[in-house]
């Protein structure tokens, strides 16, 4: 990330600081090992819905625009049950998760791995409990079959998801410094980016996991060449390792969605090798920087709960 340098009394190993660092050598290890993703790289304008009002009104499949900014969840859906507010990544989330009266969830009510500890040994934060992902409850459908389809879907929910964030967050108000709207952006970023992985600890609802499972399944068969062998796979017939490099090379565009309604004066900051704050200049939050000004995805979950 390049960007204007600011000198900060805040200690160079602060939470954030060190997670940064830890998701920065994890992003570096990754991007050795990464082979054929090129194949991997969705075109949203590639992306298909199966929009019902549209199929009623004579049309077959709805194609997506070419911008992310320009999705909206009445057209670019494959939820078929409802025409109105239902059809929202949203719907049925709550609004106010900034709200001090919001709670973590710590029990194995809510966290994977948790079954044998009632009290749990992690907490999903109100973020996660709440992310707007209703969307991706319908991924198990006959037309969304290939990494542009899973694109288009993913950045629905990172689009909506950062709208909600933008709008609700307590510095949206803030004639200063709106950094900390970045720094919950990039918190549901590296959350989105879990669940496409296959790695979310939150006990969601079943239907996400068993779309993408699917999806993942079809994207394999799609695949040329050494490619195919190489995402294989494991044992358990779960394909994480395609589902990472899938990530990895689509980020940067779930980025992008994920800070639509960013403001211009908001910048997202990552402490220099000197302890100073670099804080992005490209678009608001980073969103325009040459790379994702961010490496929290690659920050294991239960480490980002914990900050």
Not at 79 to 84: A, F
Not at 232 to 257: M, S, T
Not at 267 to 293: A, M, Q, W
Request: with cysteine; aromatic share 10%.
């Amino acid at each position: 990330m390049t960007g204007k340098r600011k000198v900060s009394t805040e200690n160079k190993l602060s939470a954030r600081g060190v997670l940064e660092e830890i998701g920065k050598k994890i992003k570096d290890k990754t991007e050795k090992e990464s082979k054929h993703e090129r194949q991997l790289k969705g075109k949203l304008s590639n992306a298909k819905f199966a929009d019902r009002l549209y199929k009623e009104s004579g049309g077959d499949l709805r194609s997506a625009p070419s911008d992310a900014c320009s999705l909206t969840y009445k057209f670019h859906t494959n939820i078929t049950t409802d025409g109105g507010d239902g059809r929202h990544p949203c719907y049925g989330r709550q609004k106010n998760r900034f709200s001090e009266s919001q709670e973590y969830g710590c029990s194995n009510v809510y966290i994977k791995g948790n079954e044998n500890n009632s009290n749990g040994t992690a907490c999903v934060p109100p973020r996660r409990r709440h992310m707007c992902d209703q969307n991706l409850e319908f991924l198990d459908n006959p037309h969304t079959d290939d990494t542009d389809d899973l694109l288009g879907n993913v950045l629905v929910t990172a689009k909506y998801e950062g709208n909600y964030i933008v709008n609700d967050h307590p510095d949206k108000k803030n004639n200063g410094n709106k950094s900390g709207i970045c720094t919950s952006l990039a918190r549901s970023f590296a959350d989105i980016g879990d669940i496409v992985r296959g790695r979310d600890m939150f006990k969601s609802n079943e239907k996400v996991e068993i779309g993408l499972k699917k999806v993942f399944k079809k994207i394999h068969g799609k695949l040329n060449g050494a490619a195919k062998s190489y995402y294989d796979a494991d044992e358990k017939g779960n394909y994480y390792k395609l589902r990472e490099d899938w990530w990895k090379v689509n980020r940067d565009q779930v980025w992008e969605a994920i800070t639509c309604e960013a403001p211009g004066d908001a910048h997202y900051f990552r402490k220099g090798p000197d302890g100073s704050d670099v804080f992005s200049n490209s678009g608001p939050c980073g969103r325009k920087e040459l790379t994702v000004p961010t490496y929290l995805d690659y920050v294991p979950q239960f480490l980002r709960w914990f900050e």
